[in-house]
């Protein structure tokens, strides 16, 4: 049995201390408007109840994967055992080259089995000494999703409108990422994702800190 403790990838690690730095890039309305989430994390943290997160966007192929594995990131990087991350979409479709190869260029290790398959999964690690988490395209109301007692974070201003009632959920709210997908098959394809990748973590580390 491996009994070695999880340790963060020196690039991630490296990555999530910059973006610590570099709070004063998220506007001052957007900050009010996470605290409003951190304040709900905090709660069920205090009362010892499940912290579940479910982000949300149109696809499940873009933001709502970004938003759910670097929440995952930082509650590693604060050790923040009992915050359990997920994504999904309102539309079938798949979890984004573009988005996957971003998060390559960052640090995340990712593979997949069957990278032909109209759903491929994608096996992503951050960290040593844990089993990787799976990513693939489902919508936000099917498994291994909560159904009921988990904030709905809605990521694009699309899913919002296309989902008004999260049912299930005892907390909403929407923070709405530019979608990279404005720049596929452009010069600037490959850099827009990676900025929108890291904007994405940022904005998840100033949550969970």
């Given amino acids: 049995m491996n009994t070695q403790q999880p340790t963060l990838y020196p690039k991630i690690q490296s990555i999530c201390k910059a973006f610590q730095q570099k709070y004063d890039l998220i506007p001052t309305e957007r900050k009010a ?43 590693d990087y604060f050790q923040l055992p009992d915050i359990h991350t997920f994504s999904g979409g309102t539309e079938a479709t798949a979890f984004n080259i573009c988005a996957i190869d971003a998060l390559r260029h960052i640090g995340f290790d990712i593979h997949t089995k069957n990278p032909d398959a109209d759903n491929p999964n994608y096996d992503i690690q951050w960290q040593t000494n844990t089993p990787p988490y799976c990513a693939f395209f489902k919508k936000y109301d099917t498994p291994p ?4 007692q988990f904030a709905a974070i809605v990521a694009c201003t699309q899913a919002d409108e296309g989902c008004p009632l999260v049912q299930g959920c005892d907390f909403r709210i ?5 979608d990279p997908k404005a720049f596929d098959n452009t010069p600037l394809e490959a850099a827009k994702y990676t900025e929108r990748a890291r904007q994405i973590g940022r904005e998840m580390l100033f949550v969970l800190e």
């Fill in 174 to 178: 929407t923070l709405p990422f530019d």
């Fill in 145 to 148: 999703n909560p159904t009921a």
């Fill in 33 to 75: 408007q996470s605290r409003t989430l951190s304040d709900y994390i905090s709660h069920k943290i205090k009362t010892k109840q499940a912290v579940k997160l479910v982000v949300i966007c149109t696809h499940n192929s873009r933001q709502s994967h970004l938003g759910q594995l670097w929440l995952a990131v930082a509650a």
